[in-house]
């Protein structure tokens, strides 16, 4: 009895995922395979002991989201699948001679980059939990100490292989050990920060995707400063390449917009201390408080971030004036479609906030809703102006980032209307002290389309996040309310047939999609559609994570195969 509560439907549905991908593997890749292959393993061993430990609860360590598991094996394993499923479609370009093999081996080195952070949390997790536990000598953890080894075997050989040099590949570990060591420390410090707000899964998915996009904007920044960080140049080399003018505002947008949090705290000390006369009037506080943070929003948006976007790419005018010129180059298909955005959200904001004040409605299904206007806003966009939904999915992210940060500081005037606008749609995977679920759907929806910029052979691929959260998600979730019996657990409340309806409905978008996308040679395997379809489906049936988060990668990995 004991042995079948280590199988739960996540746990099949994840390794029916990592299987999938594996046996895809070229045997090129056949390194990044197995390194695959013995994380996922660690990351199962360290999610069964830790759940089925009596002695020394998950919360004794870290405060988590209250009613979701741990869901350390699918946080651990999503990233890492999504490159290994990147590499294989790039080996594709490369044996087609429509991609270079500098590419493949950048691709290559965030793969280890993101594996290795993973790996680092991991080891972390098993070094405290072992540490206080009295499962030192079972089974699992003997597994998690071989794998930790192995991994590390395998790694070492790997670059060692690829290169004579010994300083090479000591450069390529000390480069991969920054990244965990950066990861280990900031999943700790966001559990802390934001207890109660997300699972161990959730925050490891988060953190590494921090860690990788942080450490690329370091590492691209090394490479473009001539004749600087030369101690680095074996590593940060591959980063020099050029990149796209969209994905450089994009990216000092995010990264500027989260470091600023940290600035204005540290900028609130000073002025504290240095102030002579300070006023003990709260009001008047609230209000130099709230000066201080729009001068130096404006300050770090206006200069600081535009002159990163300067140094890693040669803009001939300011970033922004380069946005405006690139939105106008096309007014007619642009500006046409910004209005329509416009329309689309304000008419959809207002009605739907009015119903869930007046009405009895449940409020997953008022959620859904938003998944269908995404729908109807992001399928044309990306069908006619891929490049510039791009754009547009950075500049809502950046003004959804600048919105939480006043909703959390409660800034004047915006702080207490956000709060209450942000209410009325929340869930409980949601707190006052962090709102995520905007987040989840806006990158849940964007990600596989920013994954799918270069080279794509798979035309289905940018559209994961759309169809499995603006379709399959909504179906499931609005058949699974009205119609559904069947459950797929006793606790739960996901039935077999909002799943039924859920992938019923993404195999039908696809095979209305197939035809519109028809620009390319490309013949669509169904049976592989199908089996990527169901993993979804089934993913979202069974996981107590956040879904939105997790599906749209997951199905994301499996049509790049």
Not at 100 to 105: D, I, P, R, V
Not at 117 to 146: E, G, W
Not at 175 to 181: D, K, M, P, R, T
Not at 355 to 373: D, F, P, Q
């Amino acid at each position: 009895m004991a042995s079948s509560s280590f199988l739960t439907g996540e746990r099949a549905v994840v390794a029916l995922f990592i299987s999938r991908i594996v046996f895809s593997v070229p045997q090129s890749l056949l390194s990044e395979s197995l390194s695959l292959s013995l994380l996922s393993l660690l990351a199962l061993s360290v999610e069964i002991s830790v759940d089925a430990s009596s002695s020394v609860p998950l919360s004794h360590f870290f405060k988590t989201r209250p009613g979701a598991s741990s869901g350390i094996f699918l946080g651990a394993v999503t990233l890492p699948g999504v490159m290994v499923s990147k590499l294989i479609q790039m080996s594709r370009a490369v044996s087609l001679n429509q991609s270079g093999s500098e590419e493949l081996e950048i691709l290559q080195l965030l793969y280890w980059v993101t594996s290795a952070s993973c790996y680092m949390v991991l080891t972390s997790l098993c070094f405290i939990f072992y540490q206080q536990s009295d499962t030192k000598n079972c089974a699992t953890s003997r597994c998690s100490s071989s794998c930790i080894a192995l991994y590390f075997v395998v790694c070492c050989v790997s670059f060692a292989v690829k290169s004579h040099s010994g300083w090479y590949t000591a450069a390529i570990l000390l480069w991969l050990f920054s990244h965990g060591y950066a990861a280990v420390k900031l999943i700790q410090n966001i559990l802390h920060t934001f207890p109660a707000c997300a699972s161990i899964g959730e925050a490891l998915l988060v953190t590494v995707g921090l860690v990788i996009y942080f450490g690329d904007m370091l590492a691209c920044t090394a490479a473009k400063s001539h004749g600087y960080f030369t101690a680095s140049k074996l590593v940060t080399v591959p980063y020099g390449i050029q990149r796209s003018e969209v994905s450089v505002i994009i990216q000092g947008l995010i990264i500027g917009l989260l470091l600023f949090p940290m600035m204005f705290k540290y900028m609130l000390q000073f002025l504290e201390r240095v102030s002579l006369a300070s006023s003990r009037d709260t009001a008047d506080n609230h209000m130099r408080r709230s000066c201080v943070f729009y001068i130096s929003l404006v300050c770090v948006l206006i200069i600081a971030v535009p002159s990163w976007m300067q140094l890693v790419q040669d803009f001939h005018v300011h970033p922004f004036l380069w946005v405006l010129d690139f939105v106008l180059s096309e007014p007619l298909k642009r500006v046409s479609l910004c209005i329509y955005w416009l329309v689309v959200i304000y008419v959809s904001v207002i009605r739907f906030y009015n119903i869930s004040k007046s009405s009895k409605i449940e409020r997953i299904l008022l959620r859904k809703y938003y998944h269908l206007m995404a729908v109807s806003m992001f399928v044309p966009a990306l069908i006619l102006q891929p490049k510039f939904l791009d754009l547009a999915f950075g500049a809502a992210l950046a003004v959804f980032l600048m919105l939480e940060i006043i909703r959390i500081w409660r800034i004047w005037p915006l702080g207490q209307l956000v709060h209450q606008f942000m209410n009325a749609f929340t869930d409980h995977r949601d707190t006052d002290l962090l709102v995520v679920s905007h987040f989840s759907l806006l990158l849940g929806c964007a990600l596989p389309i920013w994954l799918s910029s270069g080279f794509n052979d798979r035309p289905l691929a940018p559209f994961a996040g759309i169809l499995s959260l603006g379709i399959g998600d909504t179906m499931a979730s609005v058949v699974g309310y009205k119609y559904g019996v069947l459950r797929w657990s006793k606790t739960g409340k996901k039935t077999i047939e909002g799943t039924a309806a859920g992938i019923t409905s993404v195999l039908a978008a696809c095979s209305i999609l197939l035809p519109l996308l028809a620009t390319t040679r490309y013949v669509q395997n169904w049976f592989s559609l199908l089996f990527a379809v169901t993993i979804s489906g089934l993913l979202e049936a069974y996981t107590a994570q956040l879904d939105n988060a997790f599906i749209p990668l997951v199905f994301y990995s499996l049509l790049c195969l």
